[in-house]
């Protein structure tokens, strides 16, 4: 039988670092909120793509780093402004703002190459040395689309989020070590954020808006949608860290990948999607959304729920199939929210995941551990 290994916790420093890559999130919602519909959409996710990724690639990191040295903290803070910077140009990006986002990009990957190449492993430092020419092609081909217009800033743009989501196939990643109870919890953190700031959209999209029945009710189903959705995804909390743990030394790098890279993509675009829905729905509850509204909505939801099924399957655990369910069904909410009215939307797309997480209980056969 494996030795346990010591179980490492996040430290206030990387939520910090995690807050303002959350930040990255929020301004991604208003992009979309502000133009939901296929070309609002295909920007978020180009920006979510490469984003995430860089932001994966610190998890990583510190996942090996001893963040108690001086210059270690000082590097990850300025690696920290450097999302800021691209946060701040997101709104902007495909527009003016492009080179903006390009400088602080290459300045993030810069900082994180140098951190991993130092600091960390010799086993390590060799496996991100396969990394670094790719993060790098894909940061100076995204300065270079902020320097141009059209055709070419979409094309440069979607060449450097191809480059860096093939990465883990062309290169070897088994060199990198990965303590579970760390890399789980950062994860969980960061998805719990962003279902945080979910919430503090609501605020924006009801700026000024009089707080009555109306307003009250459909805030409190807001709420009660993204509860639901913590409570899938953290009622699994221990057991995400376990099946990460109970993974062999040598394949835990690519099953982390493939669970808290790919699946933590979806989980996260889905955040987005909502959050964008609801900050469109909350001025006029009783009336009815428009097509692209009802569905981000939708879609959110329900991306929320597959990649988390996704999630579950890839580490080896069950309950995944009533979210499977779930997610189709969340679909079908389309109509209602385009044709009667948003409160009517969030209150089957809320009655659908209570739904799901009363089967998922039932089956069980007896309560899970509460999620902190």
């Given at each position: 039988?494996?030795?346990?290994?010591?179980?490492?916790r996040?430290?206030?420093?990387e939520?910090?670092?995690?807050?303002?890559?959350?930040?990255?999130?929020?301004q991604?919602?208003?992009?979309?909120?502000a133009?939901?519909?296929?070309?609002?959409?295909?920007?978020?996710?180009?920006?979510?793509?490469?984003?995430?990724?860089?932001?994966?690639?610190?998890?990583?990191?510190?996942n090996?780093?001893?963040?108690?040295?001086?210059?270690?903290?000082?590097?990850l803070?300025g690696?920290?402004?450097?999302?800021?910077?691209?946060?701040?140009a997101?709104?902007?990006?495909?527009?003016?703002?492009?080179?903006?986002?390009?400088?602080?990009?290459?300045?993030?990957?810069?900082?994180?190459?140098?951190?991993?190449?130092?600091?960390?492993?010799?086993?390590?430092?060799?496996?991100?040395?396969?990394?670094?020419?790719?993060?790098?092609?894909?940061?100076?081909?995204?300065l270079?689309?902020?320097?141009?217009?059209?055709?070419?800033?979409?094309?440069?743009?979607?060449?450097a989020?191809?480059?860096?989501?093939a990465?883990?196939?062309?290169?070897?990643?088994?060199g990198f070590?990965?303590?579970?109870?760390?890399?789980?919890?950062?994860?969980?953190?960061?998805?719990?954020?962003?279902?945080?700031?979910?919430?503090?959209?609501?605020?924006?999209?009801?700026?000024?808006?009089?707080?009555?029945?109306?307003?009250g009710?459909?805030?409190?189903?807001?709420?009660?949608?993204?509860?639901?959705?913590?409570?899938t995804?953290?009622?699994?909390?221990?057991?995400?860290?376990?099946?990460?743990?109970?993974?062999?030394?040598?394949?835990r790098?690519?099953?982390?990948?493939?669970?808290?890279?790919?699946?933590?993509?979806?989980?996260?675009?889905?955040?987005?999607?909502?959050?964008?829905?609801l900050?469109?729905?909350?001025?006029?509850p009783?009336?009815p959304?428009?097509d692209?509204?009802?569905?981000?909505?939708?879609?959110?939801?329900?991306?929320?729920?597959?990649?988390?099924a996704?999630?579950?399957?890839l580490?080896h655990?069950?309950?995944?199939?009533?979210?499977l369910?779930?997610?189709?069904?969340?679909?079908?909410?389309?109509?209602l929210?385009?044709?009667?009215?948003?409160?009517?939307?969030?209150?089957?797309?809320?009655?659908?995941?209570?739904?799901?997480?009363?089967?998922?209980?039932?089956r069980?056969?007896?309560?899970?551990?509460?999620?902190?």
């Amino acid at each position: 039988m494996p030795t346990p290994e010591a179980e490492v916790r996040v430290s206030t420093l990387e939520l910090f670092f995690d807050l303002v890559f959350v930040f990255t999130l929020t301004q991604m919602t208003g992009l979309l909120a502000a133009d939901p519909d296929w070309s609002g959409l295909l920007k978020v996710v180009l920006l979510l793509s490469v984003t995430w990724w860089i932001y994966d690639g610190y998890v990583w990191l510190t996942n090996s780093l001893a963040l108690d040295a001086l210059g270690h903290r000082l590097l990850l803070l300025g690696g920290m402004g450097g999302f800021l910077i691209m946060a701040l140009a997101i709104p902007t990006t495909f527009d003016e703002g492009g080179v903006a986002f390009g400088v602080g990009y290459l300045a993030v990957v810069a900082l994180h190459s140098g951190l991993y190449l130092r600091a960390t492993s010799a086993s390590q430092a060799a496996a991100i040395r396969g990394i670094v020419p790719y993060n790098v092609a894909a940061a100076l081909a995204l300065l270079a689309a902020g320097l141009v217009d059209g055709a070419a800033k979409w094309t440069l743009f979607t060449a450097a989020a191809v480059v860096l989501w093939a990465v883990p196939f062309i290169v070897a990643i088994e060199g990198f070590r990965i303590t579970a109870s760390h890399f789980a919890e950062r994860h969980g953190l960061v998805i719990i954020v962003a279902l945080g700031e979910s919430i503090v959209v609501l605020g924006v999209g009801a700026a000024g808006e009089e707080v009555g029945l109306e307003l009250g009710l459909i805030s409190l189903l807001a709420l009660a949608l993204s509860a639901s959705l913590w409570w899938t995804y953290f009622s699994n909390e221990g057991e995400l860290e376990r099946g990460l743990e109970a993974a062999p030394e040598a394949g835990r790098p690519r099953l982390a990948v493939n669970a808290f890279g790919y699946a933590h993509f979806f989980l996260l675009l889905g955040v987005v999607l909502l959050a964008a829905g609801l900050k469109k729905a909350i001025p006029d509850p009783l009336e009815p959304l428009s097509d692209g509204t009802a569905a981000v909505l939708a879609v959110g939801t329900a991306m929320f729920l597959a990649a988390n099924a996704w999630l579950l399957r890839l580490l080896h655990l069950p309950h995944g199939g009533v979210l499977l369910v779930a997610s189709v069904v969340s679909l079908a909410t389309i109509p209602l929210g385009a044709e009667a009215s948003a409160w009517s939307q969030l209150a089957a797309l809320t009655a659908v995941v209570a739904a799901a997480i009363v089967s998922d209980r039932r089956r069980a056969g007896t309560a899970r551990p509460t999620a902190r």
